[in-house]
Each structure stands twice: as C-alpha cells, then as structure tokens.
C-alpha cells in the first residue's frame, strides 16, 4: 500500500462517516416525528461502550465528546421544525430529486417500499409523500396505483421530472478500464445502446441510487453505475458521461401526497372512481366533462380488490371553478366508490 492508496481509503472512510451522521441525524427528525417530547440522548449503556470500545489508539473522552456534540447537533437540528418527505429507494433515487425540484427546503428521507410511504404519512410520521405514477417509455407503475387506490391520503402536488441517466464510477477511475455496469433493470433497459456500444456487461440490482452507494462502499475495480447525477454528488462519484439514455422523452410523473388536503386553488385535479357493469357507464362520465371542454390530461384502469376496475383520471380545473364543480357533481351519480384525491399545481 503506497502514499496514495492509503489517502484513497482515508478519504473513502471520512465519507462514510459523513453519511453515517446524515443518517443518524435523519433519525433523529423521525423520532420527533414519533414523539415530540423525547429529547435526543445517548443511554448510559451505550456511552459505557464507547468508553471502553475507543480502544488503546482514541482517547475515550475524546470519544464522548464527539458523540456529545452529535446529539447537541442533532437536537439542534429537532428544534428547526424540518418537514420530512418519504421517498422509496436509496438517497439519490430520482423520487428524491422530484421531491428537491418540488419543495427544497423538505427533508427528503428514504424508505424500502412504497406502502412504507405511505404508511409514514398515514402514521404522521412524514408530512409528505412522493411516488413515481407513470413513465413515458415504462408506463405505469401498477404498485403504487394499486397503493392509492386503497389511501385516504390527497393529492397535494405533481412532478413531471425528465429523467437524465448518468455513467458514474469511482474518482480516479479510467473509462478504458471499465467492464461492467449497475443499475435497476428499467435503467438498463433505458440506457442499453450506450451500454452495448461501450461493450460493458449490465448487472441488474435493485435501485439505480442503491447501485451508486453500493460502489462508493465496496469501491469494486473496472465497475460503474447508472444513476442521477445526484448520486455523484451524494457518493463522492465521478460523473463519466451524461444523458446516455437511449431516448430524448423520458420523463417520469410523480404525485405528491399528504394527510390533509391542499387549501389552495390548484389547476388540475385527480379523481377515483368505479362504474356499474354496464355499456356505456364510461363514456357518459366521459362526456360530462367533454360537455364541459374541460381538459383530461390522465386515464387510467387498475383492477381492484371487488374482482372490476377503478378508474383514476386527472383533469384540468381550478377548486373552485363553477365549471369544475358542475361537472364533479354531474359525475358523481354515474359512479360507485367516488373520491376526489385533491385540487393541486403540477410542476
């Protein structure tokens, strides 16, 4: 191990750290989210061990004293009234640049699933939720219309985010040097005339962001991943190529959720509804709003749990537009199971 090797490894375990104290601080936030009046501490056990765990080389003081400061700079942190948005998928997931894109000074925070965001806004455990609906070139994505269909959450904002990949490795790396690619399959899948002409070998894994993190930790040799250009920016990796997805429009729709619906005016609206098994049931919702010339922008049939469809459809309205709320009202005996999911802008 030369001079530079060894800076490399230092410079590689610094960054880990970092990311371990962002994530403890994210916990931290959760756990106000939880219970408001527990203040952030560390428990007499816990101290023990990181006095008698510093070992021969660290000072144990030393040791307590930089855990202290964490929890002063984690208290800090609770005491700013920080509103949290659940995404799923790893830090860098392009759910999480929508979620910058729409409201920045939110604390985005990641989760394993999907339903786990929705849970968390249910619970109050996140103001806000983001979820991806739709892609140009992937359509829709059934999971997540199968979640709403079953929310009481509204609707409070939408995103349509260009969705630009990026050829990430580790600092220093070579692209001559380069034999095989992470990403999720989609992203693969998006980017495969890039990957083919470059002769790389694609290896599937379960998150494009997880991929970035996975190689920033694992720092494996000749590999790269395909990414958002956050990723580069939160895992310390270099950017090699942009924008090689294999297609121009490649945009993803995302919806934004809360516990409570949005008071604001908005200009466009989403509804749920099911028809009765009847010819025509359709076309006559349908064409109220065709009388109306109001403007669908969205429709979509999911099957639901009673064995037929439910139809999620978005217009454009305003809440209060006489117009809108004519229609609505004409709509609503035509239907079953009716629900207006909010009034919102979309970016």
């Not at 109050?124 to 140009?136: A, H, M, S």
């Not at 004519?326 to 919102?344: E, R, S």
Request: aromatic share 10%.
């Amino acid at each position: 191990m030369n001079l530079a090797d060894i800076k490399k490894k230092i410079d590689s375990i610094d960054f880990q750290i970092l990311k371990l104290i962002s994530t403890r601080m994210e916990l931290g936030l959760k756990s106000k989210k939880i219970g408001a009046a527990i203040a952030d501490f560390f428990s007499t056990n816990v101290l023990d061990k990181i006095k008698t765990q510093s070992g021969a080389l660290i000072d144990p003081q030393f040791c307590e004293k930089l855990f202290n400061d964490i929890v002063l700079e984690s208290q800090k942190l609770r005491d700013m009234n920080f509103q949290l948005i659940g995404f799923q998928g790893e830090h860098g997931a392009y759910s999480e640049v929508a979620a910058r894109q729409w409201q920045e000074k939110l604390v985005p925070i990641p989760c394993n699933e999907f339903l786990e965001v929705f849970e968390g806004v249910n619970s109050g455990l996140f103001d806000f939720g983001i979820v991806p609906v739709g892609n140009t070139l992937g359509g829709v994505v059934s999971q997540v219309n199968q979640l709403i269909l079953n929310t009481n959450l509204f609707v409070v904002g939408a995103i349509e985010l260009p969705i630009h990949h990026c050829l990430l490795a580790l600092p220093g790396t070579d692209f001559r040097e380069l034999r095989v690619v992470y990403s999720h399959n989609q992203a693969l899948g998006q980017c495969h005339h890039f990957i083919f002409r470059n002769k790389l070998e694609p290896i599937p894994y379960y998150d494009t962001a997880g991929a970035a993190r996975m190689l920033s930790e694992k720092a494996l040799k000749g590999t790269a991943v395909i990414a958002s250009k956050l990723c580069a920016e939160l895992y310390d990796l270099l950017i090699i190529k942009e924008n090689i997805e294999d297609f121009d429009r490649n945009i993803t729709r995302f919806l934004i959720f809360a516990k409570e619906a949005s008071q604001k005016e908005g200009s466009k609206c989403s509804i749920i509804f099911s028809t009765a098994h009847k010819a025509g049931t359709l076309f006559r919702v349908l064409e109220v709003f065709a009388k109306q010339n109001i403007n669908l922008t969205r429709i979509e049939s999911i099957p639901n749990q009673k064995g037929s469809y439910a139809f999620f459809l978005d217009f454009v309205g305003a809440k209060n537009d006489s117009t809108v709320q004519q229609a609505l009202a004409a709509v609503k005996p035509l239907t079953t199971d009716f629900k207006i999911m909010g009034f919102y802008d979309e970016l």
